[in-house]
């Protein structure tokens, strides 16, 4: 009886053993390009009722190294913005949509000149 | 040691700062420069916050002599040469321009505070004879125009959905009101507030446009931005941004909602901002004659009689106005039914 438990404890051991080991994740970050709509002003582009849409869209490899840390920036500060016109900045990474508004300053040239004006 | 700046991310500039191997007299350039980088991004909110906190503060605030006889506080206008730095160049004697863009800001942001002071006795943006400052030729066929915290701003238009942007007289007084709006009620531009700060500079823009008219409330067409609609915009029958009027109407390339709801100020200001412009206009349809003369005071007197209200609501703002619309014409109850009914036909 006592053998079969020890024999049971050894085969359990040894199954764990060579059970195969998780590889440790790898973090990929996995962003194509970042979206961009131009919001408020006298306009008021992207209103519910409203037939004007001002937006762009730029490949993420498209943007410069510099461009990449101002926007990563504001993602990650996220600061509310309080003013008359901002531009609304979305993009996937790793699987999720990010949100985030801007100031006209804040947003790189390459991507706020990729609006383009549509009426739908 | 001359200061030159770059456009080099705030990370950057305090790495090198933090650089052993640098020079000390670099670094601390560097640390300046990068200082000053922050404390220039963060200008513009701290504007907004600057001006409410010195409307708050506890003490009166002294008075600033109004010259005698009255001159119209100056204006400036800079151009920004399709670029997007602001406020851009200075333009030498923007009154003579040949560039009409540039002209026509000057003429115009100093006819609307004429406007200001002729019917409101109200000394520029701030009441205190604040300069107005105008940038045109704002980034590349930029369709919009803008208030930034401290001055106007306006693109050129695409040519296609719109036009240069100051050919609105209505643009003008909309965007020189959210300066006006700033230095008095400082509304917040998110809720019930977003959509009467909007509110507030399209009834205000729409007053100038009659003004400088002539028009009474039955000729105004009260529409917004008719003037800046471009050939594309009008062969698909759009003839204005907003109809203050008819805001559900079909042919505003921005239509809104004509009744006020509870959780309207979840929406975007421009949206709803529509119940309280149509209170406007009823209200000044049923007094009559010049919208500037009765029902405009009551609403310039609801914006800046009673300080800053960043967060306040449309039925507050509606409440002051009924309020004021007893105070200010105790003779004539006249006014009083005319806003309260404009009011409740909006759902307020």
Known sequence: ?120 | MSCRCFIIPDDVLTRFAADPELADELRQSLHHTAELSRRLRAVRDQNALLTLSALTLPFPRPAIPIPVPHVLPPGQVFNCHTGTTLPGTPVANPGSSADATVKRAYVEEETVAKFYWDVFKRDSIDGHHMTLISSVHYAVKFNNAFWNGSQMTYGDGDGQVFTDFTLGDDVIGHELTHGVTQHSLALSYSGEAGGLNESMSDVFGSMFRQWEKKQDVKNADWLIGHDIMGPVSKQKGYTCLRNMANPKDPHALAAQPDHYYPGIGNLDPHYSSGPPNLAFEKAAAAIGGHSWEKAGQIWYKALTGFGPSPSMTMPQFAARTRSLSSSMYPSDASIHTAINSAWAAVGL
């Not at chain 1, 996995?30 to 490949?59: C, K, L, W």
């Open chain 1, 1 to 120: 009886m006592l053998r079969s438990i020890l024999l049971l404890i050894v085969l359990g051991l040894l199954s764990a053993c060579n059970r195969e080991q998780p590889l440790p994740q790898q973090k990929v970050t996995v962003m194509s390009e970042v979206t961009i709509e131009q919001m408020g002003g006298f306009v008021g582009a992207g209103s519910p009722g409203g037939h004007v849409r001002m937006r762009g869209r730029v490949a993420w490899s498209a943007l410069s190294e510099a461009d990449r840390a101002a926007i990563d920036r504001l993602f990650t500060a996220k600061t509310p913005v309080n003013a008359n016109l901002y531009y609304r900045l979305t993009r996937q990474r790793d699987g999720r949509t990010e949100t985030v508004d801007a100031l006209p300053e804040q947003v790189p040239r390459a991507l706020a000149a990729s609006v383009q004006t549509t009426l739908e």
